[in-house]
Structure formats: structure tokens, C-alpha cells
């Protein structure tokens, strides 16, 4: 081997070894956990650098097709926004491809417009899932085979990096979900009363059970003047934190104004204040109570909730109705109130729809003649074992797959 032999063997080594040590730096930025928008700039900025070129333009795949996701060099008015359909031949393409190579088509021609000359697939195994797009070289040479393979192995770090950022992003949403979660189960929890209220001449017992981890369900009950017990069980539509944190702000509403005006007027001020502050699609049912145990009557509205089920001693059963409609939804929305004398021995089940309307494996409901039957059944017994037996009920009644709903039951018991 002469001299001259040597010196090009020498260069192309050194030109390997550049070549091998840039696609290393590269690979190590690439694998380093980067967002999915740093892994964007990064490969088409180490594409420009590399082949020293003033144009590049990377691509990713959409069910609306290619679509641009980060570029350099492109005039706006030349590169546009919007998706180009993957067709067959783009989808089939296994490595660097001259644009002028391609198939007639829309990506062809916004390539051409955009003056790319060399398109490289980012292939994984569901197919294609992106398109480095690379303009032309400052020196006017042609890309190499040796170029389009480096090229290629670009494309292979940049879809390794971009399933790893994608990984990523759904693990951080499984956490940023998971916190959302832990933050409603922790507000409902909140809304629940720690203990029975000690009432002369009555005996009160509530439980909710939310079907999925967060319910949309809540019961309460407020001490007020005079030894008054004001009794409060509500449904919002929907789940999750969203429906937890408008459960606590009606919670929030009502523990203010409880008391402090005839029930009518609270519920007419609540509805009114949920209105405006809600989307249309949330609305709250809900029933509200309150029990003056020294005269023995219970004042309530029922807004647009399961009416509550009456049982007297003597075995007739009522249903608390008189109220509105639903809170939330009709911001001039008037209330009656109800009025009824207990005597001991009757019984009032508050309930939620996750009571009457259990689905059965036959996917029949539970319904609220069954549970007329059922209280008919517990009339004798006290609020908790009466509380425990209606729940009994709806338990074996859905069997082993459990309720498709939210579970909720307030027990009022007359001594």
C-alpha cells in the first residue's frame, strides 16, 4: 500500500470513527428519559449537523396520517400543517429513500416543495410510526450509501426514544391519575360523618359504598339549635374527582346554611349557587331533612332524589316527594317543603339509586317494591341492624359481581 493509499485509509477511519463516536453521543442523549419534544429537536438537529444540511423535518404517524411534528430550515408558507395520508408505499418502506423515489403523491410533493431530498422511515414492529425528512447536503453532494446508513440508524435510536417517551407519558398519566384518585377517596372520606348523633327519641345510621374506587355518593348529618338534626343524602352525576370535589362544594354550601332558613330556602340558594358554578352535564340529587326530635316532625326537600321511604309503625308505607327538581339544573327552580309527624316505631330509609336500581347477574332490578318488602321485613329492628340488613339485601341481590352503581343508605328510627 503507497502513501497516497494510506493517507485515504487513514481519513476514511477517522471519518468511521467521527461518524461512530457522533451516532454514540446521539444514542446516549436519545436514551437519557428526554420528553417526547426533546427527542424531536434532538434528532433533527443531530441530522442537520451531521450532513450538514439547512433543512430537516420530522414526521409522526396519526390515525389522520403524517403529521409535521418538529422541522428546521422549512418556510411556513411551503410546509404545511396539515396531515398527509400514509399511503401503501410510504408504509412499506424499510430505509432511506430519495424523495424522488417515491411515489407520486401528497407526500411527495410536499417533500419536494419543502426542497427534502432523502426520506427515512422510523419503523417499529405496528408499522411506521414516524418520517425523518432531510434536505439537501450545503456541499451538493449526493447522500452516500454510507450516509443512508447512518441515517438509518438515526431513525432506529429516534423511534427507540420516541416509544420510550410515549411509555413514559402513559406511566405519568397512570400517576397523575392515580394522585387524582388518592384526592377524591381522600375528600370523600371527608364528607362522611365519623360516628352516629345521639338524638332523644331517635336512632340514626347512614353507610356509602362507592361502586368504583371514587363515588359520586355522600350522607351527612348536622347538629343544629334547639336539638334539631338536619339529615342530608345526595348523588352527583358522574365520578371521579370531579364529581368529588362538587360533592364537597355543595357538602361546604349546606353546612353554612343549614338551619338558618326553612329548608326550602337552603335548597332554593344551593341550587342556585350550583348553577353557576357547574358545567350543565354535573347536577346534584339530593334530600334534605331536618328532624326536631322534641316534636317529633321531619321537615324536608327532596331535590329530584330517590324519594325516601316512609314505614310506619303500623306497617303503611309513603314516599317523601315533595320538593323540586334535580340542583344544579335550572337556576330559578322553586322547592316545597314536606312535613311529617313520627311516631315510634316508624322508620325512614334515605336512599340512592345504587338501592332500587341493583342489577341482578340477569341484569333485572332490584326495584322499589323489593325494597318496600325488606323494610317491611326490618320494621322491628333498629337503624344499624336495619341499616346492615338492607344492605345484606343488595349485596346478594347484584351476587359476586357487586352493584353497578353507588351504594348509599341513611336509617332514621323513631323510639
Known amino acids: 500500500m503507497d502513501q497516497d493509499e494510506l493517507r485515504r485509509a487513514h481519513r476514511q477511519l477517522a471519518v468511521k470513527t467521527f461518524e461512530l463516536r457522533s451516532l454514540l453521543d446521539i444514542s446516549r442523549e436519545l436514551t437519557a428519559g428526554a420528553a417526547q419534544q426533546a427527542v424531536l429537536e434532538l434528532v433533527v438537529t443531530a441530522a442537520m449537523g451531521h450532513f450538514v444540511v439547512a433543512r430537516c423535518a420530522l ?65 417499529s414492529n405496528e408499522g411506521v410510526l414516524g418520517l425523518l425528512a432531510i434536505g439537501e447536503r450545503a456541499s451538493g453532494l449526493a447522500f452516500s450509501e454510507e450516509d443512508r446508513e447512518i441515517a438509518h440508524a438515526l431513525a432506529r435510536q429516534a423511534t427507540a426514544a420516541l416509544q420510550s417517551a410515549a411509555l413514559q407519558r402513559i406511566r405519568d398519566e397512570k400517576l397523575r391519575q392515580d394522585r387524582e384518585l388518592q384526592i377524591a377517596r381522600e375528600i370523600q372520606r371527608s364528607l362522611l360523618p365519623a360516628a352516629p348523633p345521639l338524638v332523644r327519641g331517635f336512632e340514626v345510621a347512614g353507610a356509602s359504598r362507592p361502586c368504583f374506587e371514587v363515588g359520586g355518593d355522600s350522607y351527612d348529618w348536622i347538629p343544629l339549635a334547639g336539638e334539631r338534626l338536619a339529615l342530608v343524602v345526595a348523588d352527583v352525576a358522574g365520578k371521579g374527582t370531579p364529581a368529588s370535589l362538587l360533592m364537597a362544594t355543595a357538602h361546604a354550601f349546606v353546612h353554612a346554611l343549614a338551619g338558618t332558613a326553612a329548608p326550602a330556602l337552603v335548597i332554593e340558594r344551593l341550587n342556585r349557587f350550583l348553577f353557576a358554578r357547574t358545567q350543565a352535564s354535573r347536577f346534584v340529587t339530593l334530600f334534605y331533612a331536618e328532624l326536631d326530635p322534641i316534636g317529633r316532625r321531619l321537615s324536608y326537600v327532596n331535590g329530584g332524589h ?58 333485572h332490578e332490584l326495584g322499589d317494591e323489593r325494597v318496600s318488602e325488606t323494610l317491611r321485613r326490618l320494621s322491628g329492628v333498629g337503624a344499624s341492624a336495619a341499616l346492615e340488613g338492607l344492605v345484606a339485601v343488595v349485596d346478594e341481590w347484584a351476587g359476586v359481581r357487586g352493584g353497578s352503581d353507588d351504594l348509599t343508605a341513611l336509617i332514621l328510627k323513631a323510639r
Do not use: C, N
Request: overall charge negative; aromatic content about 2%.
Open 306 to 363: 330517590v324519594p325516601p321511604f316512609l314505614l310506619a309503625r303500623a306497617g303503611t308505607l309513603r314516599r317523601l316527594s315533595a320538593g323540586g327538581p334535580a340542583l344544579g339544573l335550572l337556576p330559578e327552580a322553586s322547592y316545597d317543603t314536606g312535613d311529617v309527624a313520627l311516631e315510634p316505631g316508624d322508620l325512614v330509609a334515605i336512599v340512592t339509586d345504587g338501592v332500587t336500581e341493583a342489577m341482578s347477574p340477569g341484569e
Open 59 to 123: 414526521y409522526l404517524a396519526s390515525p389522520r396520517g403524517l403529521e409535521l411534528a418538529h422541522a428546521r430550515g422549512p418556510r411556513r408558507e411551503t410546509e404545511s400543517d396539515t396531515p398527509v395520508a400514509l399511503d401503501d408505499g410510504t408504509a412499506s418502506l424499510e430505509g432511506p429513500t430519495s424523495v424522488a423515489e417515491l411515489a407520486d403523491g401528497a407526500l411527495r410533493r410536499r417533500l419536494e416543495q419543502a426542497r427534502l431530498v432523502l426520506a427515512v422511515p422510523l419503523r
